[in-house]
């Protein structure tokens, strides 16, 4: 990925997993959003990137980031958007495959703006979305 200024009303999708990616493409695009979608593998990929955006005044409009990852975990990475002053007001939705509880507290005791359950449900996508104002949502409809 480009090292700057990402595409205007784009979704950052970051997760190890590229099935997990393919179908999280596929869930936006049954909800018929037609955003830019961008992919990083790594929480730290995923800060290199939103760092470099962020300096070049282009932040995506939306991040879906997944809980587990190797290395840097989902959790830490919200952290640290929430701590930069520059990256802070970023609406990040939390994705997972795991039923734990724990999980869903901690991404909304990070400040999560959402929370959603792998593999997407297309509703449930959609009302995550919709309860996402300030997101410019480009939909095919």
Known sequence: ??????????????DDNPDDFFAVRR???KAGVKNPLLHCESGEEA????????AASGLPALVLLDVNMPGMKGAEVLATIRADSAMA???VIMLTSSDDDRDVHAAFKGHASGYL??????????RALERLRGVKVELLR
Do not use: D
């Open 1 to 14: 990925m480009n090292k700057s200024k990402m595409p205007e009303h784009s979704f950052l999708v970051v």
């Open 117 to 126: 359950n792998k593999p997407l449900e297309v509703e449930a996508l959609e």
């Open 89 to 91: 007001g970023l609406p």
């Open 27 to 29: 869930g936006l695009q």
């Open 47 to 54: 800060l290199e990137q939103l760092r470099a955006a962020a």
